[in-house]
């Protein structure tokens, strides 16, 4: 296991997707053993799902640094994209939900399919429970492997609350850490917004985090 007293200097989430700044657990490790061992893979169709801020876009941007592919951005997919992914052997279509195209990406799949290309398509929720319409798209989708990553385990939510409070250039002693880890919901998103509202309390209160300011914030 990484020191994570290192991760405060370590992490750029904003511009690093090496694998040396993600940090992998028991949360997300079985995501990253399996990209890392492409294209060994029982099936060419990867759906990885996770709330938001779980690290997906992390992920395929270590992908994407090892093997050849184009990412996508499900909100503006269209028919040109269909043929700007011939060169490409790997398709990463991001955010994918029911707001969209659905004879589009069934024909993205059918190229997928026909021209032995992999596609890892990223989702909120797994790509089987999303509502879609179209028969022979929702067909589609039983095909996927299915990959979630799992909610932060403790380690994970130290990395990420760490990692959060050194992208603000604060340092705050472990113990604070460990009280936060046990007193919030066991959530990315929620651990984002919690460090937002800590740091935006410490700079209104002009004094800096400590357990009372944590304790406020937390309705305690």
């Known amino acids: 296991m990484r020191d994570l007293n290192q991760l405060i200097i370590k992490f750029d989430y ?11 657990s028991s949360s997300n490790g079985h995501i990253f053993s399996l990209l890392n061992r492409w294209p060994d893979w029982e099936k060419n169709f990867l759906n990885i799902s996770g709330e938001k801020f779980s690290g997906k876009t992390h992920l395929i941007n270590i992908f994407l640094k090892k093997f050849n592919g184009i990412k996508i951005d499900s909100k503006r997919f269209s028919n040109d994209d269909l043929k700007n992914i011939k060169p490409y052997q790997n398709i990463i279509l991001e955010d994918l939900d029911n707001n969209i195209d659905e004879k589009l990406i069934y024909s993205l799949l059918n190229i997928i399919d026909l021209e032995n290309k992999y596609i890892i398509i990223t989702s909120k929720v797994p ?5 879609f319409t179209l028969n022979d798209l929702i067909s589609r989708t039983k095909n996927f492997l299915l990959f979630d990553i799992h909610k932060p385990d403790d380690d994970l939510m130290f990395a990420l609350i760490l990692k959060n409070l050194s992208d603000r250039q604060i340092t705050v002693d472990k113990k604070l850490i460990n009280f936060i880890i046990k007193r919030i919901e066991r959530s990315y998103d929620k651990i984002f917004d919690f460090i937002y509202k800590v740091d935006e309390l410490s ?5 800096p985090i400590n357990f009372k300011i944590i304790s406020e914030v937390l309705g305690e």
């Not at 790509?127 to 509502?131: P, Q, R, S, W, Y």
């Not at 700079?203 to 004094?207: E, N």
């Open 14 to 24: 904003k511009q690093n997707f090496k694998d040396d700044d993600f940090y992998v």
């Open 127 to 131: 790509i089987v429970n999303i509502k």
């Open 203 to 207: 700079l209104k209160k002009k004094k």
